[in-house]
Every structure is written in structure tokens, then in C-alpha cells.
């Protein structure tokens, strides 16, 4: 079904309808639709107050939306089209990994017939050069199960680094700059927009081979346009989405795509905190920040350091070795600060 433009809430309470909507006899449903005005979209079990700027999506007027689906959080607009599977479950794959695969195939098709080489990249997401255009979703809602993707014609990040809640400005630059560095869109890849027409019927021709299965246009029927409506008024309440509070503060950390985290760490020395925002490509260290209550002379041999630990592999021993190579190479003087220190902060990113 092509849903064609709806609001921000309607196309999260579009494919959460359907699938409460489902009986036995209702048939899987492919829906096609785009948001036609900005929204943060925040993952079932996450905290809103801890993961997302609300006073700064109050004053632009961004509305907050929490799904039934997990994940984390993120800043969705017109420029993305999103593809939500509502099958039952002797559609799909029992096992999730082949589930996601089957749902990424014809994803990744199009994006090739378009002349992206876009790849595979388990678990659900789908990269270009490794930078990600699509992360999937998936949750088992009423009698149907869903799996939700998008294709991305583009992608704001300066905007998704704005709405998240962080602690302090430096991190919050550290996020924009990594999205820059490993998100990928249509536009970016091809230099304009895609045709969208064209794509949604290929889209729709390479999920007719994949799934065997012939597909025809449909329409809702007057139980899912009810139900869309019951779920538009419940999405919209404060109680809806504010349900899930965590009692005690998290350090912030943010998925930039499934190879690459940012986290927040401070870590207590002898004289005060070791204050790092690190980025982490798989098991290394893709950049780091270093602040807090350091005294190490001279002060300017800090920036040696951060460049030192790029690209080392967070473990106990290639630490030790990198800083002791630091103390060694620059003959520094830390204060308060031994070698076990550094190490134990930047060990946190891994547990």
C-alpha cells in the first residue's frame, strides 16, 4: 500500500495499526509512506528526558514520538521513505538474522539499481563505502510481525545532533561530526534526489522476487483507518511518552551505526576526573577527546596523546603499551595521573 505523504505521527501509527489490526485471515501488507514534517522518534524502552533536547524541540517546534519498536533515537523528516512489512509469522523467517536478510534484500537491490553500491551489513543495517543509509527494526505486534526499513534521500545531521540530550557541546559536536564522517544518502551518493516514483515501483518489483510472491496495490480497510486514529490520539499523550523513566542517569551513549559508538566517560582519579568522549569503530579507537581535572606538562602534549590512541584496540595491553610509549616519546609529568588511570577510564567504551 502507498500511503503516499502522511504526518509524522501518522507514519509511525500506520504499520503499529496494521499490525494490531491483523487477523488470521488479513493479508501481509507492504506499506509505503513519507513523514511530511520533522519529528524525533524514540525507541520503546528508551528514556525521553535522558535521550532527547526537549527544550530545544519545544522551542522549534520538533514533536517527540515514541514507537513500540526498539532501538535508539532519531530525527526523521520528508526525506526519507520508509518501507514497513506487516506479515505473519509463517511469512517470515522464524530466526531473526535470515528475517533481516530477506527484509534487506530487495533495500539493497534498488539502492543498486540506482547505481549505489549498497552492501549488506549484518546485523539489520545496509551500508555504502562503509557509512550507513538504512537501519532496520523489527517487533512482533498483535498477530503480526513488522520490519521496518527506509531509503534515505537525505539526511540532516546537524539537526539529529541538535535534538539529542548531551553533555556539554564538545560531545555534541563530536556526534555531528561523526555522522558526517559515517552516514551516507541518495543525494550524497548520486549528487540529487532520485526519482521517487521510480523507486518505490522497483522497490516493489525486487520485493516480488525476493518473496516469491506476487504483489497488488491495496487499500486500508475501516478497521485500520480505526484503529490509526485510536493509536494518533494515544501516541500524542504525555503519559505515552514519558511511560519509561530510568531512575538513575545514564553517561550518554549514541549509536552512530552498527559499527560505530560514541560514548561519554568520566572516570574519578585521585584528584578529580578523567572527562573522555570517545568514538569506536568495531574494537578500536576511532577518536578521542581528553578533558577534566588534568594537569599534565607541558599542557599542549595532550593533543599527542588523543593522536597516539587513534586506531589502538581497546584492551588492557595495547593501552598500556600506547601510554607508556607516551610517557616515554614526550617525557611528560601527570600529577595525581598513572598509567592505570588512562587505562581503566578508555576502558569503560568496551564494558
Not at 485510536?230 to 500524542?236: C, H, R
Not at 610509549?325 to 567504551?349: N, S
Request: include cysteine; aromatic fraction near 10%.
Amino acid at each position: 500500500m502507498d500511503a503516499g505523504l502522511v504526518s509524522g505521527l501518522r507514519s509511525q501509527t500506520i504499520y503499529h495499526a496494521l499490525a494490531y489490526a491483523k487477523t488470521p485471515n488479513t493479508p501481509d501488507t507492504i506499506i509505503l509512506d513519507i513523514p511530511k514534517d520533522p519529528y524525533v522518534c524514540v525507541g520503546f524502552h528508551r528514556d525521553v528526558k535522558q535521550e532527547v533536547d526537549i527544550a530545544y524541540c519545544t522551542a522549534n517546534k520538533i514533536p517527540i514520538i515514541r514507537r513500540e519498536t526498539g532501538g535508539g533515537t532519531v530525527y526523521i523528516d520528508e526525506n526519507q521513505l520508509f518501507v514497513q512489512w506487516i506479515f505473519g509469522p509463517e511469512s517470515l523467517p522464524k530466526m531473526i538474522d535470515p528475517r533481516f536478510q530477506l527484509f534487506i534484500k530487495p533495500l539493497v537491490e534498488t539502492y543498486q539499481a540506482f547505481d549505489i553500491n549498497a552492501q549488506f551489513f549484518p546485523p539489520n543495517d545496509v551500508h555504502v563505502k562503509a557509512k550507513k543509509i538504512v537501519g532496520t527494526g523489527a517487533a512482533a505486534l498483535g498477530l503480526a510481525e513488522v520490519v521496518t526499513g527506509n531509503f534515505l534521500f537525505d539526511f540532516d545531521c546537524e539537526a539529529m545532533a541538535k535534538v539529542l540530550k548531551v553533555p556539554n557541546e564538545t560531545y555534541r559536536e563530536a556526534v555531528y561530526n561523526s555522522l558526517q564522517k559515517y552516514m551516507t544518502s541518495m543525494t550524497k551518493e548520486l549528487g540529487s534526489m532520485p526519482d521517487v516514483e521510480e523507486l518505490k515501483a522497483i522497490y516493489i518489483e525486487k520485493c516480488a522476487t525476493a518473496l516469491e510472491r506476487k504483489i497488488v496495490p491495496g487499500d486500508f480497510t475501516d478497521q485500520e483507518y480505526r484503529m490509526m486514529e485510536v493509536l494518533d490520539e494515544k501516541y500524542a499523550t504525555k503519559e505515552w511518552l514519558y511511560q519509561y523513566e530510568l531512575k538513575q542517569k545514564r553517561k550518554r551513549i549514541v549509536k552512530i551505526h552498527a559499527d560505530v559508538w560514541m560514548y561519554e566517560i568520566s572516570h574519578k582519579i585521585r584528584n578529580g576526573t578523567i572527562d573522555l568522549v570517545i568514538r569506536t569503530k568495531g574494537k578500536r579507537i576511532d577518536a578521542i577527546s581528553i578533558k577534566g581535572d588534568i594537569v599534565i606538562r607541558p599542557a599542549y602534549k595532550l593533543k599527542a596523546l588523543e593522536k597516539l590512541l587513534h586506531n589502538v584496540e581497546i584492551t588492557e595491553e595495547s593501552l598500556s603499551e600506547i601510554v607508556m610509549a607516551f610517557y616515554w616519546l614526550h617525557q611528560v609529568d601527570t600529577p595525581g595521573i598513572v598509567i592505570k588511570d588512562w587505562v581503566e577510564a578508555i576502558m569503560q567504551a568496551k564494558r
